[in-house]
């Protein structure tokens, strides 16, 4: 079984300042991470995925995250946002092999970029 | 990468009715797909998974009588709502397995309110 705990469920944050979402997860096995963006009444986006090599993973709009397997975390973190940033946020995480690919998604972190 | 079509992006029908949801992948067989319930502002929430030629697998309390899932070919899946009530008001995603370069590819989602 796995899970994923996102700690925040807003975060509310001023443009140009610097945001951090955190993920936690748990797994039986070894993992892919996820973050994906979704804006109202619209599916979701890939920000970025570790699937394994560097931990340190470069996405989409500047967004980066990094997986720290000692932790289980994969915290989402961009250095300065824009107004256009203002959406929700799923953290997910993915098993290999016999888990089979079901993805499981965190409870989702709302941020509102405030001018 | 990926692309998945998603039909109709939203619907309004009235209690006791039935309605089909379709999501297509364009350039490429699926032979998996998933469906999502998300509820407002809250976590997607696998419901179930589509299996070209074979029975869905359903998510634990997912009704299997109520959401019928059909995955017609390898590129079609459908999800029905069978005698839709109000509660069944939601968002539903459909999505695809992962592709090694853009992981998971989500269709854009059928916003439906029954009323």
């Known amino acids: 079984a796995q899970s994923v705990t996102q700690l925040d469920s807003q975060v509310p944050v001023f443009e140009e300042a610097p945001v951090e979402l955190r993920c936690n997860y748990s797994s039986s096995v070894s993992v892919y991470l996820f973050w994906y963006v979704q804006y109202p009444n619209q599916g979701l986006q890939l920000l970025l995925k570790y699937l394994s090599g560097s931990t340190l993973v470069k996405g989409i709009n500047g967004f980066e995250a990094e997986f720290n397997k000692s932790q289980t975390s994969f915290h989402l973190r961009k250095p300065s946002v824009h107004i256009s940033d203002t959406a929700e946020y799923f953290c997910?995480?993915?098993?290999?092999?016999?888990?089979?690919?079901?993805?499981?998604f965190g409870g989702g972190t709302r941020v509102l970029v405030k001018p | 990468g990926a692309v998945v079509s998603q039909h109709p992006s939203w619907v309004i029908c009235k209690s006791g009715t039935s309605v089909k949801i379709e999501c297509r992948s364009l350039d490429f067989q699926a032979t998996t797909m998933f469906w999502y319930r998300q509820f407002p502002k809250q976590s997607l929430m696998l419901m179930a998974t589509?299996?070209?030629?074979?029975?869905?697998?359903?998510e634990q309390g997912v009704e299997k009588d109520k959401f019928l899932i059909n995955h017609a070919s390898l590129t079609l899946s459908t999800l029905t709502v069978t005698s839709a009530h109000p509660e069944d008001s939601s968002f539903y995603i459909c999505?695809?397995?992962?592709?090694?370069?853009?992981?998971?590819?989500f269709g854009s989602g059928t916003r439906l309110t029954v009323v």
């Open positions: 999505s695809v397995p992962p592709d090694s370069n853009y992981g998971y590819t």
């Open positions: 589509s299996n070209e030629g074979s029975k869905a697998t359903y």
């Open positions: 997910a995480v993915s098993g290999w092999g016999a888990a089979g690919n079901k993805l499981t």
